[in-house]
């Protein structure tokens, strides 16, 4: 597996694969990988002849007050995890490699990158969808594979994709969980083993918002209830728990299909996570 630091370099090894037919998937990373990135990997690798996964903690999709100087980061044991999944190349450029001196273009996904995630992290999904245009463009890849547990951002790279007519094919790969139901996240590290008991609740209430909007509730009572239940368990704030279209997550309209999504606090640690109704 070759590591590779800059963007010459992985266009040379990528294109030279493409010249004798090969397709290449990519799968962006922020490293400080699990067996949920690994699922990814193995989605990847059912569906071109090389993969390559790129590992690059993303500045511009934190907000100052966040946690990017502390964000998990392990270089040698994710790349031990990935030479034994069977990756071809490790694409890992630096800052600088990544962003040059002088950059300003941003791409902004308008309307679907500012509600819900957006709407409590405003500059996220800005920074996401830039810097994984940037990757799209410097590796070239046919496929390109991200997980559902990021559902919204996942989205937004859908659009993204689109509306640059990138050459991509952007799939999806579902949420991988510890036997509690705990979306596996690299920031779940940051959790006390008491919060850690209290986190897979996150799950249960979204499974039981889903259950009862799929048998004919009301959503906003189901969604209500579901906050109320976190709430008294201990977690320290709820930024939301939404029902929305599957695809624009805007309001769910009669006839398609939906995505529950919640974000909410425990202590110092923001968790995610989404499933379908
Ligand atoms: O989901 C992540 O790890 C990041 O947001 C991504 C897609 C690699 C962009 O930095």
Redesign the pocket.
């Known amino acids: 597996m070759d590591v590779i630091r800059s963007i010459a370099d992985i266009r040379t090894r990528v294109s030279g694969w493409r010249a004798t037919g090969e397709l290449v998937s990519l799968v962006?990373?922020?490293g400080a990988l699990h067996d949920g990135h690994i699922s990814l990997v193995r989605l990847a690798a059912e569906r071109t002849e090389r993969t390559v996964v790129s590992i690059?903690v993303?500045p511009t999709?934190f907000a100052p007050h966040e946690d990017f100087t502390t964000y998990p980061r392990d270089e040698a044991r994710d790349l031990a995890m990935l030479e034994a999944a069977g990756v071809d190349a490790v694409f890992a450029p630096n800052v600088g490699e990544m962003y040059g001196e002088t950059h300003r273009t941003v791409v902004e996904v308008q309307g679907l990158g500012k509600i819900l995630e957006g709407a409590f992290r405003p500059d996220f999904f800005a920074g996401?969808a830039t810097?994984?245009a940037k990757l799209l463009i410097q590796v070239g890849p046919d496929v390109a594979v991200?997980g559902d547990k990021?559902y919204q951002?996942l989205c937004v790279i859908r659009a993204m994709a689109r509306d640059l007519n990138l050459p991509v094919e952007i799939l999806g790969g579902e949420t991988i969980r510890e036997s509690d139901g705990l979306a596996m996240s690299s920031r779940n590290s940051y959790l006390t083993n008491a919060e850690r008991t209290l986190a897979p609740k996150l799950h249960d209430e979204i499974v039981g918002v889903a259950r009862r909007v799929a048998s004919g509730g009301a959503i906003e009572e189901a969604c209500a209830d579901a906050s109320q239940e976190l709430d008294q368990a201990g977690f320290s704030s709820i930024d939301y728990i939404a029902v929305s279209d599957a695809e624009t997550l805007e309001s769910p309209a009669a006839g398609r299909p939906m995505r529950v999504l919640a974000a909410a606090w425990l202590g110092k640690t923001r968790l995610i996570d989404n499933v379908a109704v």
Do not use: E, G, I, L
């Open positions: 962006p990373t922020m690059f993303n999709q996401v810097v994984c991200f990021d951002q």
